[in-house]
Each structure stands twice: as C-alpha cells, then as structure tokens.
C-alpha cells in the first residue's frame, strides 16, 4: 500500500515537472548536465537526451574559468540568478532568464538544479527601447532648444545642453533637484506656476514668455512651451 502510494505520488510530480512551462534542469559540480525537463526542446531546439554530459559552460559560450567562479560564487550565496544568451541546436541567440540553487550533502557542494525561461521577446523589445532612447538623447543633446523634463511636483529631473548655454550656467552646475521657479525672476513665477498648472491638466500647448535669471544675475526673456507625458497608466508622468 505504502509502495503504490509512494509510485503514484511520484508520477505526480514527473507528470508535473515534464509539463511545466519552465525548464527545470540539473548539473554536476564539473557542469555536466545530468538532467533536463522536457520543455528544454521548446527554448533550445534540443531534446533532453541530446544535452545528457554536455558542458554548462560550453552551451553557454562560458569559459571554464568564469564557470569555476560562479560556481565558488553560488556556494558562498546559495542561489543566483542572471540573464545570459543561450545559442540554440539551429545555432540561434535565445535569452534566457536561470535561477540556479546550490545542492548540498554533508555541507559538500553536489551538485546544481535551476529553472529557465526564455524572455527573448522581452529582451528585443528592451534592447529596441534603448536603441530609442539613445536616438532621442542624441536628438536632445544637439537640439539649440532648451529642453527640461520636470516631475508633476515641479523638480527638473532632465536638462537638455542648450539650458547651459540659454541660461549662462557653469556646465559644472547640477539644476537637477530645483525648480523652474529658482531660474525666473520674481515677476513671472505666478505665470510659471499657473501654466505648470495648466499643462498637468492636460490643457492645450501654447507658448508663453518668462523673464529668465541667468547665473551671472542678468535677466533675459524667453519663450516657453509645455505639455504632459503621461505613464503607461495615463497618469502625469512629467511636463516637459
């Protein structure tokens, strides 16, 4: 009874290990793979019988090294996970997110057993969203406008290089922190706050003149012109 009770628990858990979305593999402490859940085949292209006494590192693109250092590395915190690219039987970049935990016998490191997914769709539309990001920084950074981002409590979290130049500040100095308020005269702060005001609610854009403090002290007039940037949740992100 407790044998056939046994022998069915055990089905369980394989029906469930061979099933699950997740790779589920384990490793000897020389890296050999020793196993490997069914679903490897969906991320790697290989089937779990044709990775058995392949090198970890190998399948990696790892140096035996680097390996060696991980693995002195996950005795010391018991648990690690990172992003790596995995090359694919079709010779393909897959990325993959492991979490790899230490197995351990009388305090003696035997082995490894870790999880694997492959956010490849994730990673691209990171790296695309840089790529982006990078482009505008570019665009921004050429750009004879003064540009400045400031979060809906009204702090300057961006200034773009031509706020140096309009404003005549030190390119040492750091406006980020301050306000929009420390950089206009006292004559146009009541217009800087009211249109701030405007702009968060999401108001129609249209350009209004301040009267600007340069580092230096002198004064000079320029022409605004703000609008909202909302999040993903469509709320304020920052006025720009």
Known sequence: MKANLLHSTDLR??????NIAEVIFEFDTEGNFTYFSPSIYQAS??????????KVYEMLDLSYDFFRQKIESLVQHKSITNEVLLRTKKNDETWIRYTVNAKFHRKMLVGVIGTLIDITEKKKLEIELFKQEELYRSILTVSPDAIVYCTPQGIISYVSPAVYKIFKYPEDFNFLGHTILDFVTENS??????????ALKGEPEYHVEYEGL?????TFWFSSKAALIKDSDNQPESVV
């Open 13 to 18: 858990y394989k029906n469930l290990v061979e």
């Open 214 to 218: 340069s580092y230096n002290g002198e």
């Open 189 to 198: 702060k009541s217009d800087v706050t009211q249109n701030s005001l405007r």
């Open 45 to 54: 292209g290989y089937r779990a019988d044709e990775l058995m006494g392949r």
